[in-house]
């Protein structure tokens, strides 16, 4: 089918967002099934939250008790393996500031590889991303020069570069993670997933 | 199927959350289909908003104008009618305490004939239920005796079987509604139906 002719797929994520892990893994395919590409975009969560006045699920403790279940029982669900980090949530910056690096001076393909890597890493492995010295083992291990890399997530170009994402995410209503615009309609959760197949299989309904 | 031998589905709802008037039309069905029974537990979201320290997703500028739309594509994804109510969201304790008085004097049939009938009525009809006359109106149309649910709402007997029906809520962990647990294991969302099916198809996963 040719992906050219119809609109991308707009998925927002931040890389600490369990929800988010598990919609990367099936996100691909569903827009493939429909002829559709996935144009992804990095974003910190915790800027959008401030910006709508949201929290976490896990900054409230009732709640946190059943997101912390309900995010081992959607991955398994999907049949994703899931271990739940001993360091949650994380700053995302500087996985973000690569994301946002590699994809636009290697490409969207490159940036994919990466977010794959870095949700599995965090979300399967325990592997703290926002630690240097364990993101930079991690570049190593997926294929990116990780000394680039960090220079980067040093620079501000691509400082601003997320800065201008996170902008460009509350300017289309993006309160949550993960969310996915199609044609102009806003789907939040990984939960929607078959709300969007049906979307993108009929149509507006 | 002998439906006697297995533990019922709880199901907590509060007759103004949309998600939960979803989750109304499908629960008998998914429940039947395993052989379960449906216990339904009529609550007051705003009581378990506050011990949960959480607000409604409307009471957030940018989350309204999303959450009003899933309301509504959500419910025609179930292929539902839906029209939004002028008036929402409203105070539900008249009809919740009609629920619990039912339920305790007629039995099981009787409040969930009730709650699909007012739950179609606020989200199909606009029919205001926090609304005393049209209340009534709705209670005799439904075939029940509305001088005796009107009784009822005003009885202290059944105010506090609300209210220990909200306190039960709580000590339960429920946070939002709709909410269910099968077998101890808890499901928030109209969006938790697919992973409740496999819960009871294949027990725990």
New interface residues.
Partial sequence: MNTESRTPIDFYFDFSSPYSYIANEWIDALAARHGRVVRRRAILLGVTFQ????KSPVS????R??AL??FA??A??EGLPYLMPSTFPIPTQNAARVFWWLQETQGAEAAAAWTRSAFRAFFTRDIVLSDPAALRALLAESGVDAEAAEAAWSDPVWKDRLKQANEQAIAA?V?GAPFFVIDGE?F??N??K??ME?WLGQGP?
Same sequence: chains 1, 2.
């Fill in positions: 910006a709508a006045e949201l409230y403790p009732i709640k008790d059943y279940r309900d029982r959607s398994r669900f209503g309160f806003p939040w959760g939960d929607r078959l709300q049906r309904y």
